[in-house]
């Protein structure tokens, strides 16, 4: 197909894209607003070895996903529970929590979310604590040269707006509705391929020279 009549297409068919992408972005907009506002704090708790060796940094490394198993269990969800005084479940608190290993920056990453933007920074920020506290705890006990230097980065701690994102939502919903009204485009296309609207169509099909054409009954001169 030549790319004189793909803008064509487009001349002719151009408002169903338009249109169905307007929708789109009308009912992502819309589901947006009807969402529950959620908050999402997060915490990051440094581990960095106590000298710069190649083998204590690389066992630091490893170490990161078992420091992982351990905040996502029901003990420590339970202990954040109980100093924070929490009113949930151990199933609630971790459900609302996602915890990741950052081997790069020596660094876990405590997320928290919540409808309440100070309960999800109280559970990340306690989490973290408690956390630091039961290695700190535990790294006293181990020669110097051998600890792992436990710490939170950063005692401020915001708990923005997670969902809805509206702008996300917006453009995701532009876009899909574009593609589907492309498709729709693109469909119409196909079953009318078949159809001689045109003398040029006719022509291009038959490879004869259309002479003429007959009107449609009714049509006035």
């Known amino acids: 197909m030549e790319l004189r009549a793909y803008f064509d297409i487009l001349r002719r068919r151009g408002w169903i894209i338009l249109l169905t992408a307007l929708v789109a972005l009308a009912l992502a907009t819309g589901l947006a607003l009807v969402q529950t506002k959620t908050y999402r704090a997060t915490v990051r708790v440094s581990t960095v070895p106590a000298r710069p060796d190649w083998g204590l940094g690389s066992s630091a490394k490893d170490l990161l996903r078992n420091f992982v198993m351990i905040i996502n269990t029901h003990d420590m969800a339970n202990k954040v529970i109980s100093t924070a005084r929490l009113d949930m479940s ?102 009318a391929a078949d159809i001689l609207a045109t003398p040029e169509k006719v022509e291009r099909a038959l490879g004869l020279a259309v002479l003429g054409a007959i009107p449609a009954a009714g049509r006035k001169k």
């Not at 559970?123 to 506290?133: C, D, P, R, S």
């Open 90 to 191: 151990s199933y609630d608190l971790l459900a609302k929590l996602t915890v990741s290993a950052e081997p790069d920056n020596f660094a876990i990453r405590i997320d928290a979310v919540d409808e309440d933007p100070q309960v999800a920074a109280k559970i990340a920020l306690t989490m973290a604590e408690l956390f630091v506290n039961e290695r700190v705890a535990y790294y006293t006990t181990l020669d110097k040269d051998n600890r792992i230097e436990v710490k939170i980065t950063d005692s401020v701690i915001d708990a923005p707006l997670y969902r809805p994102n509206w702008k996300m939502n917006a453009v995701a919903g532009f876009v899909l509705g574009a593609l589907l009204g492309a498709l729709v485009v693109l469909a119409l296309e196909w079953m």
